[in-house]
Structures are given as C-alpha cells and as structure tokens.
C-alpha cells in the first residue's frame, strides 16, 4: 500500500553529515529505489510499472536523456529514474478539497519536497484575481480565460511560452506552432538554463548543436573524458556504458571541482561482482580542477598535442578543418602560470593526461553543466572541440562530442522547433507547410523572459511542465516578475513552487504523464522522445490516469489554440488531439531527418537522427568546415575572502524535483540547507565544521542577495570552491550573470561570502 503524503514540512535545516561514498549503485542503489517506489506506488504498482521503463513497448522514463542499449535489460532503469517513475505514477491524488484546505499563501511557505510530495493534480485549478484559494474551473474556461488574456495583449510578444525538457516531440511542435501562429518566438526552454552554451559552441564549430557519437560509440573508445558531469547522481545508466568501455579496454578521465562517487567505482546492479562484489573502479586519473579551470585545461592539452611528435592530424585538419594556423599560434603561446593558476592542477597531472591522449586513437569528451554554466561555458566548449579536432575525433567510431542532456526530451524539444532564436530555414518549411508567415523577429529565452517580465513586456506566461520559478536564477527577482503578470498558466502533474508564485490570475492546467494511458477516439496514442544520441523512439504508457479530468499535452495545446486562433484556423488542431500519427505526418515534412516518422518510428527502438559531422564527416558551418577558434583564456576570478560557489544536485533530486533529503553518496541524511568548503579554505574563512552560516552574493549591482542558515561541511571540494544545492541557492546567482554567447545563468560561478548564521 502506497504511503500518505507527509502532512508536516519536514525541518530541512538540520542535515546530518558521514562519510561520503566511494563507489555507487549496488544493493542499496536497489533496495532505495524499491523503498521509494513502495512509498509512491505501493508494492504491485511498483513491479506493473518499472518493468516497462524504457523498454521497447513501455515507456521512456521522464528522468534523464541517456539513451537505451540495443537490447534492454528486464530492469532498464537506475535508482534515479525509478524515483522520477514512482513520483510520476504515484497513488497519491491531490484534489479540489486539498485546495480548498490550503490556501495559496499558506502553499507559499511550503517546501518545493512537501508540495511535491502531495501526489498528482486532478482538475483544472483557477486562481481569481484577488482570491486566496485555488478553486476548480472547466477545461472550456480555462481556455477561454487563457484566450481572452492573449487576445487582450497590445503585441503576441506580451506573451512567453516556457517549456520543460518532459514535453514530448509531437506537444512541442503543436506547441511551437501555436505560439508562431500567434505571432511570437517568445519560446524559452530549459535548454537555456543547462546546454545552451553547448548548442551555441558545437554550431559554431561543428555545424550541429548536438553530441556527434551513439551509445556504441563510448565501447569503442581508448580514452574518455567526463568534465564537470556527475553521471554517478544525474545519468546513472552511462555508469554501464563506461564500465563496459573499461572492459574493451579504455581509459577513463574524470574532471571535477568534486571526487564524486559515480566515477570512482561502480556497482552494477546488473551482475554479480556489482550485486555483491567490488564493482568496477571507473576512474584512471581524476583531475579535481578549479570551478571554471577547463578551458585552460583543454587549452594546456592542445598546447601539448600540437608540441608532440605525430600528435596533429595533419591530413584530416587540410580536408575537413578551417582556422587551424591562428589558433595553433594562440595555443602554443599559452603561459605555463596561467594555466596553472586557472586549473589548480599540478602540471604533471595535466602531462599525465597529455600521455593518456598521445596514446589513444578514439577519444571522447562527456560534459554536462560544469562546463555549460559559466561566464566563458561558450569558449570553452569551443576549446574542447579544437582538443578533438587536432586528432580527428570527430566522426569516426569511438570518438566525439558527447554534451549529456539532462531532461528525458530536452533535445527532442528543440529539435521540433522550442526555440526562441529558430533558423530561417526551419520557419521558411513551417510558413510552407501550414501556409503562414511565421514571425521572424528572433524571441525571449528565459533570462530574457524574467526581465521582460519584470519590466512589463510581458504579461503573460505559460508553462508546458516544469518549475520555472525555481529552475531559474535570481529566485527574489524571478518571482516578483512572476507576480507583476496577468496571468499565468502551468501544465503540469504535480504541485511545485511555480504554481504558488502566481500573476495576477493563474491556472493550473492537469496533464497525463509518460506513465499514463492515452487513449483518444482514434484509439491508444503514443509519443515520441529524443535522446542524448539522437535517436528518436516512441513512449507509451499503460496507467489508467490519475483522474478522467486530465488532458494530454497536445490535446492541451489544441484546444488552447482553437480557442486563441478562432474557428477559422486553418491548422486541425482538432485531427492532432485526435490522432497523434496526423501531427507526425507534419514533423516528417518540415523537420530535417523525419522523413517517414510514422513508418520509421514503430521500428523496434525506433530511428537515429542525421547528424553531418559523425555521420560522413560534413560540417554544415559558415565555413563548410569544421572550425578551429582562437578562444582567451579566460577563468573566473574570485576576491579574498571570498569563494565561487556551484549549485548542484542532491542524489534524491532530479533538477528541481526532490524526491528526498538524503545525498547519500556526499554522506549527507536528512537536509538540504548544506554548504560544501575544502577544510583549508574553512581554516583560513573561520568556518568551523558542523557550524551555521549564511550565504551572500557579490554582484556589480550591488543588490544583497542572502540564503540563510547554511550548515558548513567541511568536504573535499576544488581550493577556491563551494557547492550546494538548488534551487535553494538559486536566490543567489544574479540574473544578469549570464555566460557570453548563450545568456545561461552562470550558476556554477557565484561569488559569495559568508555571514553570521541570521536563523532559519
Ligand atoms: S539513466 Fe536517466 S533515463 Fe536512464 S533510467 Fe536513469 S534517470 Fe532514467
């Protein structure tokens, strides 16, 4: 029997702190998933459900975007995607009464875990204008609700519609295609906050904004390089690619401000030696680099290939490469000093690194939100792409870029056009297809979005899932923008802080989940995902749902837009709710490599993408080559005193759902308020171990920016460094401190100082 909600705010402040762990997954990796999935889905549930996860006629799990293998194991999921599943499927139901029980200032106060903890919404909630409760509303006024406000805007660009990387491929290209049909690019994504700077960087360079190898790729690899990623916590399925890859033989690097466990040793579950054995030790050599340190890293690397005898490939830069001398000169001039300022490293133990790469022929290089939210993520992902390019390794088996996504569709969803910068040769085939001109003015990303909100620009916001509020930086800032709207709308399953930060008038809008039947008159319906790799699969699910009250995404979407566009619309909103195939008869004509999508999608575990630099080694730049940059080396600079901090995840928490208040593999029960400091740098700051603190800010605008009552753990994180968790850190990451190119908010450079505990 599945457990009640909890009904008291659990205390977050008072953490206990152990020994952090040293390897992960294991026995207790699968006891902790069972418990948690018990609690959510009661014991026949819990088997009904996780045993379709990811497997070819189940569905795809709503946590991360780490790809399936060609043939799945019975249980394809990983502790944290059998926690994102039980969250999603779980018994508890939040009703009207509960609404009617607690009124939205008393929701406020709550914690983003209790409120997630109530169980799945059921009706569509309305918050008058001056009310204090939610109240129940019709789907039809609802949608007139949301229409009449749109209508009422001076510009369709008073408008912003966000999206969170669940929303499937058909949702968001009905999605996209609504918001252009009114005539906006307002088209913020979570994409913004994560791999922006990833896309901008491998576009410019590459020519696609996407990881160049498949899942086959990493066995076949001599060395790979995983820089600020922690798989261990956020992709734990890529734990058994790299073990694999370590048993054909490759070396693995790992480049962290942290030693995370995930990447010191792994217990798969899924054999013996992981069950009850030792597992396998993953890491070869662990660089625990300053926050911010990579691109002199890649640069010192480069400068070391290009001195090497036979490091360059010469013939592979003269055929397919473009800049290579500028940058070769900017390289090998590069200061020894700089370097090692910038990394913190010893300088044997980037030569060290160097021989490892002078000795491998296919080289990979993962990353994830270390190297994506900085000041310069954009050079420095550039950076890591001259590192592959000296050798070749680009679009060839065993090597590439590999930019892990952290949300299950996140690069489904751009892929279908959530964009709020789209090429001209997507709109010029989208215009053709539904025979409209769509707007050409490029759009908001979020970043953009919280300042035109702020500043009255727009008016009103709409959210296809996520947690906005909580997701993005400035917490202070976002939210009173948030307020100063007319309305806002969030399609969402479960209750979260975006839904208690409300305009002036709100909506939340109920919706299936990926573990939900969807059955409409044309029968079972099924959506498509797209993964880290490119390859684009179907997901089904096979719950009843949680209430007959709820809709679809698309179906929200299509009557939203039948409502806001009027009966003379010419696009059949009403055929895409029905009939998922019509929507995918549509991609298939506007979307490069979606040709055929039905046909190609109901193959067994569906189709990969067309990508032109891993597939024939074409490179669709300005240039038409691959492009080598020239990229100043650059790292964050931090006062005395003073310390960067990084926002991270817990291990019971997937973005900013918290599934729990454990951090197990950091050592850490019962509390998120922690702040993570090397023990020298809490000698010389006076931060005594276990003692209480508050965080500050520093910022050009000299706005005070405070998070209260942290406890100090002395951990062994990067001299010069902090970490701690969000979003209850994100109240300090200024919301113009966004990185060049990519406008993401530079969530892991933050400087802070630390104050006298003001209490809780
Ligand atoms: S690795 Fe990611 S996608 Fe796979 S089961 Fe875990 S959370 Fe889900």
């Known amino acids: ?54 497997q070819p006629d189940g569905f795809d799990c709503p946590g991360c975007a780490w790809p399936e293998p060609g043939k799945t194991h019975t249980a394809e999921f990983c502790e944290n995607g059998a926690k994102a599943v039980a969250e999603e499927a779980t018994e508890r139901r939040i009703t009207a009464e509960f609404f009617a029980a607690h009124p939205v200032a008393e929701l406020a106060e709550r914690s983003g875990y209790w409120l997630g903890q109530q169980g799945r919404l059921t009706a569509p909630m309305l918050l008058e204008e001056g009310a204090t409760h939610y109240t129940p509303v019709s789907w039809e006024r609802a949608f007139s609700i949301v229409a009449d406000e749109l209508k ?54 590459l020519g696609v904004g996407k990881g160049s190898v498949h899942l086959k790729d990493l066995y076949q690899a001599d060395l790979i390089i995983v820089a600020g990623q922690n798989p261990g916590t956020n992709h734990p399925r890529m734990l058994s690619a790299l073990e694999r890859a370590k048993r054909a033989g490759a070396k693995v690097v790992s480049v962290n401000p942290l030693p995370e466990a995930g990447l010191e040793r792994f217990k798969n579950p899924q054999n013996a030696r992981g069950l009850v054995g030792a597992g396998t030790k993953l890491t070869d050599l662990f660089l625990q680099i300053r926050l911010g340190g990579d691109l002199a890293l890649f640069r010192a690397l480069n400068q070391l290939v290009l001195a ?73 992902i550039r950076e890591v792409v001259n590192f592959l390019l000296l050798r070749g390794n680009v679009g060839r088996p065993g090597a590439g870029v590999c930019p892990v996504r952290g949300h299950s569709n996140v690069q489904g969803d751009r892929t279908m056009g959530i964009f709020e910068r789209p090429s001209a040769a997507f709109l010029d085939a989208l215009g053709k297809e539904f025979g409209f001109e769509p707007p050409r003015e490029h759009g908001l990303d979020s970043v953009d979005t919280i300042r035109a909100m702020r500043d009255g620009r727009v008016k009103v916001f709409f959210a296809m899932g996520g947690n906005f509020v909580a997701a993005t930086p400035d917490t202070d800032a976002t939210e009173a923008a948030m307020r100063s709207c007319r309305l806002t709308v969030h399609v969402s399953t479960k209750l979260n802080r975006s839904h208690v930060v409300t305009g002036a008038r709100a909506l939340i809008l109920p919706t299936l989940g990926r573990t939900d039947r969807d059955r409409t008159a044309a029968g079972q319906q099924f959506v498509t995902v797209e993964d880290s790799m490119s390859m684009v699969h179907s997901s089904r699910g096979g719950l009843r749902p949680p209430s007959e009250q709820l809709l679809s995404e698309v179906a929200i979407v299509c009557r939203l837009a039948r409502a806001a566009l009027g009966p003379q619309n010419p696009v059949p909103w009403e055929e895409f709710a029905e009939d998922y195939d019509t929507v995918r008869d549509r991609i298939s004509r506007v979307v490069p490599g979606f040709e055929d999508f039905n046909e190609k999608v109901r193959r067994p ?154 209490g809780s």
């Not at 998933?33 to 045993?51: N, P």
């Not at 669940?166 to 996209?176: D, V």
């Not at 940058?327 to 020894?336: P, S």
């Not at 991270?648 to 973005?655: A, E, P, T, V």
């Open 1 to 54: 029997m599945a457990k009640q909600a909890p009904q008291s705010d659990p205390a977050q402040d008072a953490p206990e702190v152990g020994a952090p762990k040293h390897a992960a997954a294991g026995l207790t990796a699968v006891a902790k998933s069972l418990q948690m999935a018990g609690e959510q889905m009661g014991a026949r549930r819990t088997l009904a459900t996780l045993r379709k996860v990811n």
């Open 152 to 205: 009422a805007l001076d510009t369709p660009d008073g408008a912003a519609f966000y999206t969170s990387g669940r929303t499937s491929n058909e949702a968001a290209f009905a999605y996209q295609l609504f918001a252009r049909q009114l005539g906006t690019n307002n088209l913020p994504d979570c994409s913004n906050m994560c791999h922006e700077s990833s896309g901008s960087a491998l576009t410019e360079t």
């Open 308 to 380: 090497a005898d036979g490091g360059v490939d010469h013939a592979f830069i003269a055929e397919h490469c473009h800049g290579f001398e500028e940058f070769a000169a900017e390289a090998a001039a590069t200061e020894r000093a700089e370097v090692l300022a910038a990394t913190g490293l010893p300088w044997e133990q980037i030569e060290e690194l160097a021989a490892l790469v002078l000795a491998s022929e296919k080289i990979i290089v993962c990353w994830a939100m270390g190297l994506t939210q900085h000041k310069h993520s954009v050079p420095t």
């Open 605 to 758: 575990g569906g189709f990969v993408l067309p990508h032109g630099p891993r597939d024939r080694r074409a490179f669709p730049t300005a240039t038409g080559k691959a492009n080598f940059t020239v990229n100043p080396l650059t790292a964050p600079e931090v006062p005395a005193g003073r310390l960067l901090l990084q926002t991270l995840r817990s291990h019971d928490q997937y973005n900013t759902t918290v599934y729990g208040l454990d951090d197990r593999y950091r050592g850490i029960t019962g509390g998120r308020r922690v702040v993570l400091v090397n023990p020298a740098d809490a000698a010389e700051l006076g931060l005594a171990d276990g003692a209480y603190t508050d965080l500050v800010s520093e910022w050009q605008d000299g706005v005070e920016r405070r998070a209260a009552h942290f406890k100090v753990v002395h951990y062994p994180v990067a001299r010069g460094g902090a970490a701690a968790y969000y979003p209850e850190t994100n109240v300090l990451v200024p919301l113009d401190s966004t990185a060049d190119i990519s406008n993401t908010p530079t969530s892991k450079a933050v400087v802070i100082r630390f104050e006298p505990d003001s």
